[in-house]
Nanobody, 125 residues
């Protein structure tokens, strides 16, 4: 399984970006997929996740109301639409896949089996 994240870049505060994560295998085979981010000097943290059916979506409190996760099983792709970006959203964003979590979306890094290479998001003030 290979996950390819893209869509990062430099944006001013208040702007938007859409991240994409393309899987080499069918995303419907994963129990859940998630987005995490890691700021310089900080631990990797959960941002958002969606279960295999798309019926359950979870967001970190810091991004609720601003970020939206979605998946397109036909394209083997998961998206993260990020609006109203803030400087504190800056970091490397990683997509990840959980193979066996059932319908539950985990927020812990250790629950995910495969990781993409990351895409850098920089939000300037």
């Amino acid at each position: 399984v290979q996950l390819q994240a893209s869509g990062g870049g430099l944006v001013q505060a208040g702007g938007s970006l859409r991240l994409s994560c393309v899987s080499s295998t069918s995303v419907s085979s994963f129990a859940a997929m998630g987005w995490f981010r890691q700021a310089p000097g900080k631990e990797r943290e959960f941002v958002s996740g969606v279960n295999w059916s798309g019926g359950s979506k979870y967001y970190a409190d810091s991004v609720k109301g601003r970020f939206t996760i979605s998946r397109d099983n036909a394209k083997n792709t998961v998206y993260l639409q990020m609006n109203s970006l803030k400087p504190e959203d800056t970091g490397v964003y990683y997509c990840a896949a959980d193979l066996v979590g059932g319908s539950y979306v985990y927020t812990e890094v250790g629950e995910y089996d495969y990781w993409g290479q990351g895409t850098l998001v920089t939000v300037s003030s």
